[in-house]
Every structure is written in structure tokens, then in C-alpha cells.
């Protein structure tokens, strides 16, 4: 992991096309704000997890063998 420091209004860039900036500091949390192309799917943590849950929930036999019963 590449850990950096950055002041308000300060920002980096990921593959030439992904800026995220620290829009504001707030006692213990940071407002960020990532600026990427529309292909590029942006997720909090939590959100994408629960995505990826679901899609292994979904893509199980037991899924298969009710998909297959509504056919």
C-alpha cells in the first residue's frame, strides 16, 4: 500500500486519467472527490463488497437449479 499525505485542495493521479482530491477536512473525516471516466466504476468499500456478495450468492448451483425449475 502507498500511503501519502495531502492538504485540502491537494490531489493525486492514477493511470494518467483518475484525479482524487481532498475537498475537506472535518475533525476525524475527509471528503475526497475522484474525478474518472465514465467506464470506470467507483464504489465505496462497503458498497462493492455487497456487490460482489450478491454476484457469488447468484452464480451458486442453488441459483442455477431455480433458474433451471423456471424454464
Known amino acids: ?5 495531502r492538504k485540502k485542495g ?6 494518467n486519467d483518475i484525479e482524487i482530491s481532498v475537498l475537506e477536512l ?4 475527509v471528503k475526497i472527490g475522484i474525478n ?3 467506464e470506470v466504476p467507483v464504489y465505496r468499500k462497503e458498497v462493492y463488497l455487497q456487490i460482489q456478495k450478491e ?7 442453488d441459483s442455477f437449479a431455480a433458474i433451471r425449475g423456471i424454464l
Do not use: C, V
Not at 1 to 5: S, V
Not at 26 to 29: A, K, S
Open 36 to 38: 474518472a471516466p465514465k
Open 26 to 29: 472535518r475533525g476525524d473525516q
Open 10 to 15: 491537494e490531489s493525486i493521479i492514477l493511470n
Open 55 to 61: 454476484n457469488e450468492a447468484a452464480s451458486s448451483p
Open 1 to 5: 500500500m502507498l500511503a501519502l499525505t
